[in-house]
């Protein structure tokens, strides 16, 4: 009973349309796709940052491109836990990016999308501490930043006709 039960959900998951985003792994189609996003300059080190990430997750610099991946990024860091002193306690790092997927025949934008996240960050007597989490900060961000726009583009490649 239960291995006719198993087999009937396996042939309804079949029907449903459902198929995996990487299937052929290196090879498969969205693979591909994304080895053709060549990544425009972002300025700053929050941009190194998220174009080294951009880049790496995408599999290095596209031989070919297809497609140009412009970034706009904006780093903010906001103080906010304000002592009765006037000395802050607390800052949150917010970095949002816009960005566009532009076709390099057609020079149309095919996909216009936002990623973002934030990051609290505790104030400490040393500066340099406090300068240090707030690079870490950074630097985390970029990478979940970076997370974000290749999942939005990898979704794109799966329902992209291949160029």
Request: with cysteine.
């Amino acid at each position: 009973m239960t291995r006719g039960l198993a087999l009937a959900l396996c042939l309804l998951l079949a029907a449903c349309g459902l198929r995996p985003m990487y299937a052929g792994g290196s090879s498969g189609g969205v693979a591909a796709g994304l080895g053709t996003v060549q990544v425009a300059p972002i300025p700053e080190r929050a941009g190194w940052l998220v174009r080294n990430a951009l880049v790496d997750k995408l599999g290095g610099e596209a031989g070919n491109p297809a497609y140009r991946l412009e970034v706009d990024l904006d780093d903010d860091l906001t103080a906010f836990g304000i002592r009765g002193d006037s000395a802050v306690t607390r800052e949150r790092r917010t970095l949002r990016a816009r960005y566009r997927l532009v076709d390099l025949k057609t020079g149309e934008v095919v996909l216009d999308a936002t990623a973002g996240s934030d990051a609290g960050i505790d104030i400490v007597s040393s500066e340099y501490a406090t300068v240090a989490a707030e690079q870490t900060a950074q630097e985390r961000l970029a990478g979940v930043v970076a997370d974000q726009m290749v999942a939005r583009l990898a979704l794109f490649m799966s329902r992209a006709k291949p160029q």
